[in-house]
Nanobody, 118 residues
Framework: QVQLVESGGGLVQPGGSLRLSCAASGFAFSLYAMNWYRQAPGKERELVAVISSAGGSAHFADSVKGRFTISRDNAKKTVYLQMNSLKPEDTAVYYC???????????WGQGTQVTVSS
């Protein structure tokens, strides 16, 4: 069955960095784009970054452009989110998700908590 397992979150001071990982299994990982979403308390889930199936292109939310990068290792079936220059407003639970051309059902991992605070 499809599994997405996020890791790498934690507590970091403003201006710090974290690298999130999402280990995928149960589907043909290399055929699909992968997404990173986040959800802050009291807010809707927000798409943060997308990477194409081969890793050749990526797109970012305006709020994280220039600070976050996304990458993937198809041999390891893992997608990464490198977060630099973190701000308190980046505090959220971060989730990975299967992107196009995946249809339904939608799968989500348990998420990983990122807290940016001094």
């Amino acid at each position: 069955q499809v599994q997405l397992v996020e890791s790498g979150g934690g507590l970091v001071q403003p201006g710090g960095s974290l690298r999130l990982s999402c280990a995928a299994s149960g589907f043909a990982f290399s055929l699909y784009a992968m997404n990173w979403y986040r959800q802050a308390p009291g807010k809707e889930r927000e798409l943060v970054a997308v990477i194409s199936s081969a890793g050749g292109s990526a797109h970012f939310a305006d709020s994280v452009k220039g600070r976050f990068t996304i990458s993937r290792d198809n041999a390891k079936k893992t997608v990464y989110l490198q977060m630099n220059s973190l701000k308190p407003e980046d505090t959220a639970v971060y989730y990975c998700n299967i992107g196009p051309p995946w249809g339904s059902p939608d799968y989500w991992g348990q998420g990983t908590q990122v807290t940016v605070s001094s």
